[in-house]
């Protein structure tokens, strides 16, 4: 028995990275959104042992390094299965991309192979084995709008937003999301340097303002905490002042979809600030996608996904025709909300 699911991709709504931590991963803050868009994986149990995955596209690695031969091996043993696993990755997203495809691939893998096998893993085991693979995985056994802690790990299911129209332009670049991290540490630490470094009256021509001078930058200086902490406040805000449903508000003072009203709380990419500046082609794209009519546009991640938040389909699918006359490959498409995500995920 063969089962194929569906392996959607998401977007970042806003990403803020926090200091490095003991561990080597960066605290984080976003606020993930699956979409439409997907990658299938169809996996089978047969009589054997081992794990095979098979993929034609040449990117993907087909070893125990792939993320979906990690969760089968993972999901057998935890549910003490026996066979040999075939999975098959039939490849639409872009690898590297800031989309999310290869943890995306290892849950749907996971739905799949536990289809397949007729057996169900506990919630709770779902989501520690998701987290053990990879910091993008658990927002997939969510899905719909789901807000993102720690390394992203910790995730929240947010009040699900209705679909907005949205295209999503994906370049041929392929951004390291460990060296998107290793240039925002080192940009951290110029602008440490640089403040350390501004000229200062001595405290003999200015009595007590070295003192002072100290003072102030120790209460005023952003730190990476007080950064989250800061944009935990704005969405904290946000939500307390989203309505009971998606529903516009009579007279239509609420014509706009709830989710460009949390764009507009001035959510942005930190990735945006070391990506761009290496592959400013991709800000070329931003630019490109808010002249389309975008009413927000953003980097997914850390890229070099790119897409744009369009108030209805027809602006969309216009805006994608334009951009794929000048060269880049566009698409239009929708985010997808919680309920229609758990109902397309098998449904293929």
Not at 48 to 74: F, K, Q
Request: with cysteine; charged share 25%; net charge positive.
């Amino acid at each position: 028995m063969t089962v194929a699911a569906r392996s959607f991709a998401k977007i970042n709504l806003g990403l803020y990275i926090g200091a490095a931590r003991a561990d080597g991963y960066h605290g984080l803050r976003t606020v993930y959104q699956t979409i439409a868009l997907h990658d299938v994986i169809r996996v089978s149990v047969g009589r054997g042992s081992g794990i095979e995955v098979l993929c034609t596209d040449p990117r993907v690695p087909l070893d125990s390094s792939n993320t979906c031969y990690r969760m089968a091996e993972r999901v057998m043993d935890e549910l003490g299965a026996k066979g040999r696993v075939s999975i098959e990755i039939e490849k639409r997203l872009p690898v590297q991309g800031g989309l999310g495809a290869a943890s995306s691939n290892a849950v749907a893998t996971m739905v799949a192979l536990e289809r397949a096998l007729k057996k169900t893993l506990a919630a709770a085991a779902r989501l520690r084995i998701a987290a053990e693979i990879g910091s993008d995985l658990p927002l997939f056994l969510v899905g719909g709008t789901t807000l993102g802690v720690g390394r992203g790990e910790e995730v929240y299911p947010l009040p699900d937003l209705p679909s907005v129209a949205m295209v999503v332009v994906t370049p041929e670049v392929g951004v390291s999301t460990p060296k998107a991290f290793a240039d925002w540490d080192a940009l951290v630490e110029s602008d440490i340097s640089r403040r350390d470094s501004r000229p200062r009256l001595s405290s003999r021509a200015q009595p007590g303002s070295a003192t002072r001078d100290h003072a102030r930058d120790r209460l005023t200086r952003p730190g990476a905490s007080d950064r989250l902490f800061g944009v935990g406040c704005v969405l904290s805000a946000w939500l307390s002042g989203l309505p009971n449903t998606g529903a516009p508000a009579k007279g239509g003072s609420r014509a706009g979809s709830l989710l460009l009203d949390l764009v507009r709380t001035g959510i942005e990419n930190d990735f945006e600030r070391v990506v761009f500046p290496k592959y400013p082609e991709l800000r070329d794209i931003k630019g490109a996608l808010e002249r389309a009519g975008s009413r927000y546009a953003s980097l997914s991640g850390s890229g070099s996904t790119l897409y744009g938040l369009f108030r209805l389909p027809a602006g969309a699918a216009k805006a994608a025709s334009r951009l794929r006359k000048q060269g880049l490959k566009a698409v239009a498409t929708s985010t997808l909300t919680r309920q229609k995500y758990w109902k397309r995920i098998l449904d293929c």
